[in-house]
């Protein structure tokens, strides 16, 4: 499975951006599929999760409310509306690919994208 993340970019606080990751494959049936984001010199953490099948979702709190996930699992695209962003939200977001069932950690991911940039301006 190849991931590719797109959308990212520099926006004011209390702004909104939408990321989109491409996915090689239908993945709508076998993959649960998930965002994460790394701050510069911290590690990288959960933000939002999908999962195969009945399309259940989960947030890390920070974003609980502001931001949803979704996938077209006609295009194979996973989205993240990103709404009333701030500056906290400032990092590199990753899309990943899971064949487990709704995981929140790094280490139930074994497909990842490359990475976009998320700027928040105060």
């Known amino acids: 499975v190849q991931l590719q993340a797109s959308g990212g970019g520099l926006v004011q606080a209390g702004g909104s951006l939408r990321l989109s990751c491409a996915v090689s494959?239908?993945?709508?049936?076998?993959?649960?599929m998930g965002w994460f984001r790394q701050a510069q010199g911290s590690e990288r953490e959960f933000v939002a999760a999908?999962?195969?099948?009945?399309?259940?979702?989960s947030y890390a709190a920070s974003v609980r409310g502001r931001f949803v996930i979704s996938r077209d699992n006609v295009n194979n695209m996973v989205s993240l509306q990103m709404n009333s962003l701030k500056p906290e939200d400032t990092a590199v977001y990753y899309c990943?690919?899971?064949?487990?069932?709704?995981?929140?950690?790094?280490?139930?991911?074994?497909?990842w994208g490359q990475g976009t940039l998320v700027t928040v301006s105060s």
């Open positions: 999908i999962n195969r099948g009945d399309g259940m979702t």
């Open positions: 494959r239908d993945t709508s049936s076998s993959y649960a």
């Open positions: 990943a690919a899971s064949k487990a069932w709704l995981r929140t950690t790094t280490s139930g991911y074994m497909y």
